[in-house]
């Protein structure tokens, strides 16, 4: 009898684990689709519209994509004093219905990180302190980001003068304000151009020339390197579209739940909190519903990783 749970428990991991793969990879291609039409020499532009406004984080820049991302265009209309009504209820609206799932199952920036999380190095566990410290980052982005625009917004309709100054003086900023804290914007952006720079240059000169490039190279680097140990570390603690889902996400309709009479807690396993991604305390939560304070990305890890079939997705 045990044998046989075991058995389905494998089962049932391993099926979630492969559709979750199949449909990251899936999304990534489609995401990035000029991908697919190298490949298979066909003419994909009729996802352009569809993939602009996807809630998701890519870089505006990203040559293989020209989908930015629904944030990107509402912090864009909102530097061009405009207030995106229709974008800011459907962004919010997503994300009640779905939660973060676009964080967890399409996000092509946590396909990567994911990827980068598969090699064959045991994982880590932040210190509990310094990652709740490390979660006020992107909030910290994202104030920062809103500070900058709105005063944007305003004189674009009030002074225009004083508009063109200040964007000028924003610079890459203003044009793309939330792609610039993308990661997508250091792989699909910065760092080939830097490599073509170091290679028609024959020296490292351009990575050199200016102490904000290379502390940004250095940033990202860093990043990377990091999620090798610590899951989704830019999910967890720059990603700005996931500052903002996370505020909404706590609201939202679909939540996961843990039995109390299934689970077994912390001692006797608490395996669900060793397999998060996004290290969130499972067994502190509410067991009626969690979502990390937003922080989960509705992985199903936990969910299909539990021995007792304690956690459950929640609509409603
Ligand atoms: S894995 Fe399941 S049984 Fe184990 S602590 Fe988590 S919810 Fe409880
Ligand atoms: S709580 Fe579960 S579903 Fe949410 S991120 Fe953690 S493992 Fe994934």
Redesign the pocket.
């Known amino acids: 009898m045990v044998l046989l749970n075991l058995k389905n428990l494998k089962l049932r991991e391993k099926s979630t684990n492969i559709i979750r793969r199949i449909v990251q990879i899936s999304a990534f291609l489609l995401i990035n689709y000029i991908i697919l039409e190298f490949i298979f020499s066909i003419n994909l532009i009729s996802l352009e519209g569809f993939f602009k406004v996807f809630p998701v984080l890519n870089s505006p820049r990203n040559p293989l994509s020209e989908g930015a991302g629904i944030l990107e265009y509402i912090f864009y209309s909102i530097t061009q004093g405009l207030f995106p009504i229709l974008l800011i209820g459907a962004f919010i609206l997503i994300i009640l219905l779905t939660n973060r799932f676009f964080c967890g199952w399409i996000c092509p920036i946590g396909t990567i990180q994911d990827g980068i999380t598969a090699l064959p190095i045991d994982t880590k566990s932040m210190k509990m302190t310094t990652h709740k410290t490390l979660l006020k980052v992107k909030y910290i982005i994202i104030a920062l980001l809103v500070i900058l625009i709105i005063p944007l917004g305003i004189t674009r309709v009030t002074d225009l003068a004083l508009y063109v100054e200040f964007r000028d003086n924003l610079g890459p900023l203003a044009q793309k304000p939330i792609g610039f804290f993308s990661l997508s914007e250091f792989i699909f952006v910065f760092f080939p151009n830097m490599i073509a720079s170091i290679w028609t240059s024959g020296g490292l000169a351009p990575l050199f020339s200016d102490i904000g490039l290379l502390a940004m190279f250095a940033i990202y680097i860093i990043i990377i390197v990091l999620s090798v140990w610590y899951p989704r570390f830019y999910c967890r603690y720059i990603c700005p579209f996931g500052a903002v889902a996370s505020t909404i996400s706590t609201f939202s309709f679909l939540k996961l739940s843990?039995s109390p009479v299934?689970?077994?807690?912390?001692q006797?396993?608490?395996?669900?909190?060793r397999v998060c991604p996004k290290q969130i305390r499972?067994?502190d939560e509410p067991y009626q519903f969690f979502t990390g304070n937003g922080e989960c990305n509705m992985c199903l890890e936990?969910k299909e990783?539990?021995?007792?079939a304690?956690?459950n997705i929640k609509f409603g």
Do not use: D, N, T
């Open positions: 843990r299934k689970c077994v807690g912390r006797e396993c608490g395996i669900c909190e499972i067994l936990c990783k539990c021995p007792y304690a956690i």
